[in-house]
């Protein structure tokens, strides 16, 4: 029987065998899909194969990369162009055929980062998302994918002209298109950066454009000749009010500079509203410590206190939102300083995070792109950032962190700021909101800050008259010399 | 004569073992073996806060919706468990309807009992619910509730009097 046993398995082996052969003969493979995109929307990094595929992902160190692999699957003929870009958490973005059938994609990464795959119902397209990258503000990702939209080549910047009289200075800028460019304050005292996404210089740009004008320090022009990244830093000699104006007709744009808002005068002449944020049942954060509490409310009424008499001093007329613990309405707050009539609203906050200990520092925020309370916020927070000992954290739009801004600032007509002190819920910043010589420094900061923005800037002032405006065209400028920073990085 | 019996048996045996290894063969997929460790459910995606530097920076989380779940409802209730989540503790979700566009999502009280303070806590609350609320595309803004009223504000920093648009 054994001979019997044995033409068994030789029998099932020929089938094995020849069953595999026949198979792989009779029906010619089919092609395989290929990679049809690689698409980053913020930290999220879309593949797309041109049919089902499976994606398989892996992480390898030293250096770290996150790697995934595409079967069955080839590279298309066409060189592919990742879109979008790609987040800081990446130094480079790779793919290549790692062997038949398998494309694979690889992600270089400089720290440690969380990552999940997930695939899209079709199995054509798998969305890896990155933990923590930066969001530009943009579109948040989306499950299906968009279509590709092809870039616009950049916009040349043609001429750049000054038209100044005493009151105002206006820099025109005239651009071979229309492009969209936005205003930041620049994280330090009276700097404002004018950003030109998708805009090069082009080689007719004159070289003397710069400009001599009281209320110009200087102003320093950052070509990028990709059209990636070009920026003006505008160094303005006190707190100046920037405005954007775009020509309805041709594609020309003037960054108009003059005095912001209730900047003529004495500061002894204006009326400010100073508004300690919540009171009564509103305690605002709350800084727990091992046997105590430190409610938020406190603390904005002592440094209010102390910002009033030391404007009363001044002989300034001013009003609180509350003089006392008590709860005053969100609206009712704006309203009053509306009511008023009044030259200034500052409110004053300590800030607080979900989590202890995360964040440190001073932040003056202004409601969304207005020009005056932009100077205001600066103004502030330059006299504030130089007494509190913390980060500074500089003057942003309330936008940055929310869309519709705060509502204090949006409803009131004056210029208005929100100085959001510290972090209440840091150990650091605690231990000097309780301090009352740092409540001190705080209030006179405030003050110094509002009194620069009336009357000007003392020393500034004097250093302008010492200081003749550097004239250089900006071809002749190294890149070393040019000290703007892009918003990422401020 | 038992020979050949015994021999016709044996290359009966013989074919059939032959066609059973065919197609066990044929019957196996040509194509790579399958990966393991992918998720392959459909997904939605919740965002998350964090400072780095001054600056915020959002983490997308991808969230997996199983079979017959709502994927609105899963991202939200996602969101307010999720680690890193910017909401206060112990918030729910009581419910989510969406009529013209508008989401009005209803929370419990927590949300305003637990709220701890703060106006970057409070943005960031705004801001994740706008963000993961952006990829639903009949979405298009967003009216906070507590307990089915709707709600001004939640610590005294945002104006949510008005439904807030998600994109």
Redesign the interface.
């Known amino acids: 029987m054994p001979r ?1 046993w044995r ?14 052969i ?3 003969t009779a029906e010619p ?1 089919p092609p395989l899909p290929t990679l049809q995109a690689l698409r980053w929307e ?3 990094l879309y593949i797309v194969a041109s049919g089902k595929v ?5 992480t390898l160190r030293e250096p770290l990369r996150v790697v995934v ?1 595409i ?2 699957c080839s590279l298309p003929s066409e060189p592919i162009q990742p879109e979008g870009d790609t987040p800081t958490a990446v130094e480079r973005l790779r793919w290549a055929q790692f062997k038949e ?2 494309v694979r994609v690889v992600l270089d990464l400089r720290s440690d980062t ?1 990552y ?6 079709s ?1 054509e397209q798998a ?1 890896l ?7 530009p503000q943009g ?5 299906v994918a968009p279509p590709a939209k092809p870039a616009a080549p950049p916009a040349e910047l043609i001429q750049m002209e000054w038209e100044s009289n005493e009151e105002e200075a206006r820099l025109r800028l005239r651009l071979s298109r229309k492009v969209a460019v936005r205003l930041q304050p620049h994280r330090e005292g009276y700097q404002t950066i004018l950003e030109l996404p998708q805009v090069k210089p082009s080689a007719a740009l004159p070289a003397d454009w710069n400009v001599k004008h009281p209320l110009i320090e200087e102003v320093q022009f950052s070509g990028d000749e990709k059209g990636v990244r070009s920026a003006l830093l505008i160094r303005t000699t006190r707190a100046a009010s920037l405005r954007v104006e775009y020509d309805k007709q041709q594609p020309v744009i003037t960054l108009a500079i003059n005095r912001p808002r209730n900047a003529h005068g004495k500061l002894s002449e204006k009326h400010i509203v100073i508004d300690p ?2 009171g009564g049942k ?5 800084g727990r410590e091992k046997d105590s509490v430190v409610y ?1 409310k406190d603390i904005n009424l002592a440094i209010a206190r102390r910002v009033r008499q030391l404007l009363l001093k001044e002989k300034a007329t001013v009003t609180m939102t509350r003089e006392d613990d008590s709860h005053v309405e ?2 009712a707050r704006p309203q009053l300083a509306n009511d008023l009539g009044a030259d200034f609203f500052i409110s004053i ?6 989590k202890p200990n ?2 440190s ?1 001073t ?1 003056t ?1 202004f409601h969304a792109s207005d020009p005056d309370g932009r100077a205001l916020a600066q103004a502030i927070q330059k006299h504030l950032a130089a007494v509190t000992g913390l ?1 500074n ?2 003057a942003r739009s309330d936008t940055a ?7 204090v600032l ?2 009131s007509n004056m210029p208005a700021v ?1 100085i ?1 002190v510290a ?3 840091h150990d650091v910043d605690r231990a000097k909101l309780k301090d009352p010589k740092f409540q001190q420094k705080v209030a006179e900061a405030i003050v110094a800050g509002l009194r620069a923005y009336v009357e000007g800037e003392r020393e500034a002032q004097t250093a302008q008259q010492r200081r003749e405006v550097e004239v250089r065209p900006a071809s002749d400028r190294r890149e070393e010399d040019i000290p703007v920073q892009m918003p ?1 990085q ?1 | 004569m038992k020979t050949v019996l015994r021999l016709l048996v044996v290359l009966l045996l013989a074919i059939l073992a032959f066609g059973g290894g065919y197609w066990y063969a044929s019957r196996r997929p040509q194509l790579a073996p399958r990966p393991t460790g992918v998720t392959t459910k459909p997904s939605v995606v919740v965002y998350v806060p964090r400072f780095v530097d001054t600056r915020t920076e959002w983490e997308a989380k991808p969230v997996p919706v199983g079979e017959g779940e709502d994927p609105l409802r899963v991202a939200l209730e996602h969101l307010l468990i999720t680690r890193d989540t910017p909401f206060p503790q112990g918030t729910r979700l009581l419910g989510v309807n969406v009529t013209e566009g508008v989401a009005e999502v209803n929370f419990s009280r927590e949300l305003i009992d637990n709220f701890p303070g703060g106006s970057t806590t409070e943005a960031w609350i705004v801001e994740s619910l706008r963000k993961t609320l952006a990829q639903f595309s009949d979405v298009e803004r967003a009216r906070i509730l507590v307990e089915g009223k709707p709600i001004d504000t939640i610590g005294e920093h945002i104006d949510l009097s008005q439904p807030v648009a998600v994109r």
């Not at chain 1, 998302?129 to 969001?135: E, K, Q, R, V």
């Not at chain 1, 509103?282 to 709350?286: N, Q, R, T």
């Open positions: 019997a033409i068994l398995a030789w029998a099932f082996w020929l089938g094995v065998v020849g069953g595999r026949l198979a792989q493979a913020e930290s999220v499976t994606f398989h992902t892996f692999d079967s069955p059938g398998v969380q999940a795959l997930s695939t899209d119902p199995g969305m998302a990155l933990g923590s990258a930066p969001d579109e948040p990702p989306r499950l944020g919540h509103s305690l605002g954060a709350v938020e969100l609206y906050h300590c800030d607080s995070t979900p995360s964040a520092g932040t925020y980060p954290r500089g962190i929310y869309q519709s801004g705060f509502a949006r409803r929100l959001e972090y209440i819920n990422e401020l």
